[in-house]
């Protein structure tokens, strides 16, 4: 390794043999000469079937990821960053937890571990339960695949905070389902969010308060879930603004939202 003191030579990426890059901790140019097993070696190599076996892992985690983004599409927007690298290793852990199979071949039971699915937070700056802060109550009847969902009374300023200066707000739910074992080519294909559009509230003004209320999310036909599937209901919350006096508009990148909970 060696660090790069010319400041005219501002490199990011390779030049031939070498490959320059900065780390966090610093503001310097580091440069390496490339190196490593070839990627014919690690595919054919008896000396790389552990890491054969580790990627097969890992490319299932992405498939599991991929599933929970299916299942939450309605309220992905609301997202702040990129939360595809903490889905998927959540995953992973969920994939180590299984002891029936060996390695290169464990499965994403999310029938059996979805409780730890329950929460995760689409946003960093605005958490969901720092912008709506009472708890809201879900039950899951998995005979009809359909959740009820008790919205709480809200009094901004006091128990919701909005902190994106905008005059509309709303809550949007939503329902979708997981198969364990992850998403695989004919997943898309199979509907797993449920409903084509989300539930939501009215829109209220920031500054008014919202008395709560009792949402009931169901699919058009109800389906009785089988033992390898799993319902996720996410809620999330979005701004608004005025267009004319009769149309509101949603504002993007404005919002938080999170998997409510899982069954």
Not at 49 to 70: S, V
Not at 92 to 100: G, L
Request: charge should be positive.
């Amino acid at each position: 390794m060696a660090i790069v003191t010319n400041k005219l030579l501002d490199i990011n990426g390779s030049l031939g043999m070498f490959s320059f890059y900065k780390r966090r901790d610093s503001d310097k140019i580091i440069a390496r000469t490339k190196g490593g097993a070839t990627r014919k070696q690690i595919q054919k190599s008896p000396k790389f079937a552990l890491t054969r076996l580790n990627n097969d892992e890992f490319g299932d985690a992405a498939k599991g990821g991929c599933a929970i983004r299916l299942a939450i599409f309605h309220i992905r927007h609301l997202a702040d960053y990129n939360f595809t690298p903490t889905m998927n290793a959540l995953c992973r852990s969920i994939m180590k937890m299984d002891i029936h199979r060996p390695l290169g071949i464990r499965k994403t039971e999310f029938s059996e571990y979805r409780h730890l699915l329950d929460g995760f937070n689409l946003n960093k700056r605005y958490p969901f339960n720092n912008v709506v802060k009472p708890p809201v109550y879900c039950t899951i009847d998995r005979n009809t695949a359909s959740a009820t969902v008790q919205l709480p009374e809200l009094t901004p300023g006091i128990n919701l905070s909005l902190p994106w200066q905008y005059p509309m707000y709303r809550i949007v739910l939503s329902i979708g389902i997981l198969w364990d074992g992850g998403a695989d080519r004919h997943y898309a294909a199979s509907a797993p969010m449920l409903i084509s559009q989300p539930v939501t509230t009215a829109w209220r003004l920031a500054a008014q308060a919202y008395k709560g209320e009792t949402i009931i999310l169901q699919p058009g036909t109800a389906q009785k879930l089988r033992d390898d599937e799993t319902l996720v209901v996410s809620i999330g919350i979005e701004m608004g603004t005025l267009i004319s006096d009769a149309v509101i508009e949603r504002v993007k990148y404005a919002g938080s939202g999170k998997i409510l909970i899982t069954g």
